[in-house]
């Protein structure tokens, strides 16, 4: 493979070219210059940041991967390749990640979302989910074990090739599943799968994001291993363009982003964000900026790259420039005029300032920002969503100032979006009224529980990936610690509720999977940054000049 040339969107030679397009340079990364310059960086920064990772540049695949040997349950391989002192629930960790292994015809294909035996329904939390699974992944392929993480993409890679009907209603031929199921007959001696794409769901909503998370899998594992044959299978060529086909396909909406229902993302009951959540477009982005890396420049694959390219030009300036939000943003839409026409119009959207919800006002520090929940006619959606901001830095949708913004927003206002558990899955929740309006009156979804303002452990990976990737560690170091203290003594449970999370949720599950995945890959991440390769992408070159708005903007 040919790795003299510089990484860019238009650079994708005949050969799956992931190597080429976004080796991650973490030293020349975490060098960049912060806003803030007159921090004073903490030991542990400068540990992680300088010792750990700018002793050597990360420029090729030999570079940023090492597989290890496997370990036992005590002995994770992270913790056996380095200094650090591992913490004692991380064996725990291990062996509780281990249970929920699902296996089809004796090879693992999964981790069931939780094992939780004092439950007494079990619903659907005994099946593989496309999306719990990723962090599962990521520590198995952080530990050393890639083979599970290749069986789950090559499994669900065959469920997305079934005719997916719901009632008389058939899906796009793309679709993945939201999760499957395997059933044992022991009497037949033989294994079974059942796919769930949406017909059995809570509100028989698709997955939008299961295409996503399944491409950006691909990718990691790939990166991990070194393996490029597998993203470079007949098969994984065209799962990856059957999804493209899907979300880059021609209608009537005048803008970049993808037009999406409530409850199509890990967010999977009525919340109010249908339209164009932030969640989806920062996993949209990403998926499209790694199937670019690992599309094959053939007759077949060099349309899509065309399409990739001139969707991502078009998202990063639409998302960069309608849905970020910081001090001087707010105060120019607070002055908004409305009833606007014609290209000249500065309020595009025709958002009424009476409509800015009064807890942002208070909540907006004057160094920070964020990406707000949804932009669409008359209607911007303040809230802050966890999930949507962290992949956002980690694709590199978010500038390094804007990443840098989004780090100081989340220790402004620690007590809100972290509180005594990580991490809020939405701020702030919705109650009253506008809870009945806006959830239906979900009784699972009462405010600050479940999504409606909860905290949920899993998202510690995603903070600390991006934290890493911005050059702030301590941030993770010290949302960890405060897991640490609750998280295995309460079992794993799925999420907490109450404004600060100190309280195990209602309905939570006990030994929720990605709970412990979610520690396991935040805790393996900081003992060795370079495993941020496999999860991040660096900021594309043809993006990077600052995007201005149109001249009606500054008018």
């Excluded at 198995?140 to 009632?167: A, C, S, Y």
């Excluded at 800015?356 to 208070?362: A, H």
């Excluded at 004057?366 to 932009?375: A, E, M, P, S």
């Excluded at 934290?467 to 309460?490: F, H, M, Y």
Aim: proline share 5%.
């Amino acid at each position: 493979m040919d790795t003299t040339r510089e990484p860019g969107l238009r650079n994708v030679s005949s050969q799956c070219s992931i190597s080429e397009t976004d080796d991650y340079d973490l030293s020349r990364l975490l060098d960049k210059p912060r806003l803030n310059i007159e921090r004073q960086r903490s030991f542990d920064e400068r540990s992680l940041s300088e010792l750990s990772i700018g002793v050597h540049r990360v420029d090729t695949y030999e570079s940023i991967y090492s597989p290890g040997m496997r370990s036992g349950l005590n002995t994770p391989a992270s913790s056996a390749r380095n200094s650090f002192e591992p913490h004692p629930m991380v064996a725990e960790a291990w062996e509780a990640l281990r249970r929920s292994l699902v296996f089809f015809r004796g090879q693992p294909v999964g981790t069931i979302a939780a094992y939780d035996h004092a439950s007494e329904e079990v619903l659907n939390y005994d099946q593989v989910f496309v999306r719990d699974f990723v962090p599962s992944a990521l520590a198995f392929l952080m530990n050393g074990e890639p083979e599970i993480v290749k069986n789950f993409l090559l499994k669900t890679l065959h469920l997305q090739g079934w005719e997916k009907r719901i009632d008389r209603f058939k899906l796009g031929e793309g679709a993945m599943p939201a999760s499957f199921k395997v059933l044992h007959d022991p009497i037949r001696k033989t294994d079974t799968l059942i796919a769930d794409f949406g017909e059995s769901a809570i509100g028989r909503v698709a997955p939008v994001d299961s295409g996503f998370w399944w491409i950006i899998l691909l990718r990691a594992y790939t990166k991990s291993t070194g393996d490029l044959s597998l993203a470079e299978t007949p098969e994984c060529q065209k799962g990856m363009r059957l999804i493209l086909a899907l979300c880059l396909s021609e209608g009537f909406d005048t803008f970049p982003t993808l037009l999406c229902a409530d409850g199509c993302s890990m967010i999977d009951r009525r919340m109010g964000i249908y339209g164009y959540p932030m969640e989806i477009q920062a996993l949209f982005f990403m998926a499209l900026r790694c199937a670019l890396a690992m599309l094959k420049h053939d007759a077949e694959g060099k349309e899509f790259i065309e399409r990739i390219v001139k969707s991502l030009h078009a998202l990063s300036y639409h998302m960069r420039s309608y849905f970020w939000l910081d001090f001087q943003q707010l105060n120019d839409i607070y002055r908004y005029k409305t009833e606007e026409y014609s290209h000249t119009a500065v309020n595009k959207f025709n958002v009424i300032p009476d409509s800015i919800p009064d807890w942002v006002f208070d909540f907006m520090p004057t160094r920070g920002g964020y990406f707000i929940g949804n932009v669409s006619p008359a209607r911007m959606d303040f809230r802050w969503f966890c999930l949507g901001n962290c992949v956002a830095i980690l694709s590199s949708l978010a500038t390094p100032e804007q990443s840098m913004a989004i780090m100081d927003l989340i220790e402004s206002r620690w007590e809100e979006l972290v509180g005594e558990m990580p991490l809020k899955i939405c701020y702030p929740a919705i109650e009253s009224h506008e809870w009945r309006i806006v959830t239906g009156c979900d009784p699972k979804n009462t405010r600050w529980s479940y999504h409606n303002g909860g905290s949920w452990p899993v998202l510690l990976w995603m903070l600390t990936a991006a934290c890493i990737k911005v050059g702030r560690p301590q941030i993770a170091r010290r949302a960890i610690e405060l897991a640490e203290s609750r998280l295995l003594k309460d079992n794993w449970p799925e999420y907490y509720d109450g404004k600060l999370g100190r309280y195990i949720g209602k309905q939570a599950r006990k030994f929720q999977t990605w709970s412990i995945a979610g520690y396991l890959v935040a805790k393996m991440m900081l003992e060795d940054p370079s495993h941020l390769g496999m999860i991040s992408l660096e900021e594309d070159k043809q993006m990077k000049p600052l995007l201005k708005r149109s001249s009606s903007w500054t008018c």
